[in-house]
């Protein structure tokens, strides 16, 4: 995430109870303590000007490093849902530097073997656990990791599946593996080789391709504002325990 300071010095908070002094960028400030790091760097009138995401912490972009006083350990978190301590001293990532392979998924079959070749470095993992550490998304990187020196493309991408490529696996890796590209590449290779065609797939994109619903959409696009709002008020939610047959009792749109 890159942040910039605004010229405009903003005046200083008061010193009162629940603020707590964070350093950024090795100056201090003194923040509310149930603000993120992200909304604490806005407090102390930071702008943010890139990476900044979805501040939900599932796009993955806001990666931070933090130290705390009198400790020689470096932290690693999403400034997103990272809440600010007493004496954190934090710089912010603008992205990792991570390598990644140039590959054609359609002319590759979804083989381990082509995982390995592309990225070889995976067979230096010594299973440190270093990465399933940092994850924020509390993923088993490690895990996913040895599915690919397995050549489980399939398992790689359904241990992976929740990844948001932060990138903070890479950097605490020994081994200099970049996990989350690994981890993009089975879910690609998964979906496009190995998961089996979706017939009625194929048959809506064979109704869409013939027309079907052109009419229909014609007609939304001369509908006014009013009568879009009503229709978007009255549709029909399929249920969130549903069978697999379900269907609205108007199926004309389907």
Known sequence: MTVR???????????????????????R???PESLTIQ????YAGYQLIRGCGCRGGVCGACSTVFRMPDSYRV??????????????????LPFFPANRAIS???????????????????????GCNLCTQSCPMDID????????IRGDVSGVAETSFDCIACGLCVARCPAEE??????????????????PESAHLAEQVDNVAGG?????LQELMKTGDKDLRKLYKERVMEPDIAADDWAPEDSSKL
């Open 5 to 27: 300071k605004k010229v405009e010095e903003k005046e200083a908070p008061p010193v009162e109870e629940g603020l707590v002094p964070i350093f950024v960028m090795g100056e």
């Open 29 to 31: 400030y003194m923040v």
């Open 39 to 42: 909304k604490a760097l806005e």
């Open 75 to 92: 932290e690693v978190g999403l400034a997103c849902q990272t809440v600010v301590r007493p004496g954190m001293y934090l710089a912010m």
């Open 104 to 126: 054609d998924i359609e002319s590759m079959k979804g083989t381990g073997g082509e995982v390995a070749s592309l990225y070889p470095e995976i067979f230096k993992c010594i």
């Open 141 to 148: 990187v490690m895990h996913y990791m040895a599915q690919a």
């Open 178 to 195: 970049v996990q989350y590209h690994v981890g993009m590449l089975c879910r690609r290779l998964h979906a496009r080789h190995l998961v």
């Open 212 to 216: 079907r619903f052109e009419k229909t």
